[in-house]
């Protein structure tokens, strides 16, 4: 090899869609950093439902039809998977000065993917920030997929302090971070989860944990300011009744009818259902990290595997029973 060619990094990718097996090991060159990009040295990365999704082209009911035109016809158009990382500033392009060599940071691509790779650049200023100290890489990789989804949802639901918020679903990436980041703002919360999970999303400030084995919110005569349905179990058909008047209803994840309805249940019905997808913006990263620094959103692993065996986490989250996020782990550090 030519002394002043780097040797190739290593990459996953889905060449077309089906189950964690289609996933390949594949060489590629190193990439270099644009103007205004920082390359980093990926620690670790997480397996998200969204990555699932996109390799399996399982989509909520409705969307069907239209994936392959958004995702690609034959596979994804993307084919190197992953939302979000945390790694270390190996090389920074011209004109960066937010950043220098050694700094180590959390990134999300978010829909542009890619993180399933030893490398990647990003742009700075873009969706990056230095890694909150008091994380690990494990960690600090699952800052942003739960997070900035409830940064968007809570944001566009002008949620604040006082408010009574019940989150369906709150044992994933995605729920964790709901029930966090509205205790943050001060909202009264009451968490949905399953037998296993009830101690454990306690401990994360749940004013009130309901097992959805034993009871059904939506029978309990409680209302709520906002209701967080993070695993599409609770439509506006069965927990309308449980949202105050003027109350909101956030659809993280609903069928293409859920969206469709959502305006005219809006107009008619004196209560709001948020839906759609979210807005990724650059300074939600930022945003997530400072909140992390000061302890108020702490991401939740559920395990961690090395990158061989990132069909083996794929075939765990395809099971649906994660609880937190699914992180892989690349080059080995410390701290």
């Known amino acids: 090899m030519d002394p002043g060619v780097s040797p190739p990094v290593k990459a ?3 060449p077309t869609y089906g189950p964690p097996e289609i996933l390949q090991f594949v060489d590629l060159p190193k990439p270099v950093p644009k103007d205004g990009e920082v390359l980093i040295r990926v620690r670790a990365t997480t397996v ?10 399982q989509l909520p009911g409705g969307f069907g039809p239209l994936g392959r035109l958004a995702l690609g016809f034959r596979g994804p158009r993307q084919p190197i998977l992953g939302t979000e990382l945390s790694g270390e500033v190996e090389a920074i392009g011209r004109s960066v000065t937010a950043f220098k060599v050694g700094d180590h940071v959390v990134a999300f691509p978010g829909a542009a993917q890619g993180c399933h790779a030893e490398y990647r650049c990003v742009a700075a200023p873009g969706p990056i920030a230095l890694k909150p100290p008091n994380l690990s890489f494990e960690q600090a990789a699952s800052l942003c997929f739960g997070g900035a989804t409830m940064l968007d949802f809570y944001r566009r639901a002008a949620l604040h302090a006082g408010d009574h918020v019940l989150v369906n679903g709150a044992s994933g990436t995605v729920g964790t ?3 966090q980041l509205a205790k943050h703002v001060g909202a009264r919360v009451t968490a949905v989860c399953g037998t296993a999970n009830v101690e454990r999303i306690r401990t994360l400030g749940a004013d009130h944990v309901i097992d959805y084995t034993q009871e059904d919110f ?4 409680e209302t709520y300011t906002a209701i ?6 609770a439509p506006f058909s069965r927990c309308g009744p449980s949202l105050s008047p003027g109350g909101r209803l956030l659809v993280v994840l609903g069928t293409l009818l859920d969206l469709l309805r959502a305006p005219w249940i809006s107009l008619t019905s004196g209560k709001k259902v948020i839906a759609g997808p979210t807005a990724e913006r650059p300074e ?3 945003q997530l990290a400072d909140l992390a620094s000061a302890g108020h959103f702490i991401p939740v692993v559920d395990r961690c595997y090395p990158f061989e065996q990132i069909v083996e986490a794929h075939r765990y989250v395809d099971a649906g029973h994660k609880r937190g996020s699914v992180v892989i782990q690349l080059h080995s550090h410390s701290g």
Do not use: E, M, N
Request: proline letters at 0%; zero cysteines.
């Open 12 to 14: 996953v990718i889905a």
């Open 48 to 57: 998200s439902s969204g990555d699932w999704r996109v390799r399996s082209l």
């Open 177 to 179: 971070a709901a029930v």
């Open 218 to 221: 939506t029978q309990g005569g």
């Open 228 to 233: 967080v349905d993070v695993v599409g179990t």
């Open 284 to 286: 939600y990263v930022q």
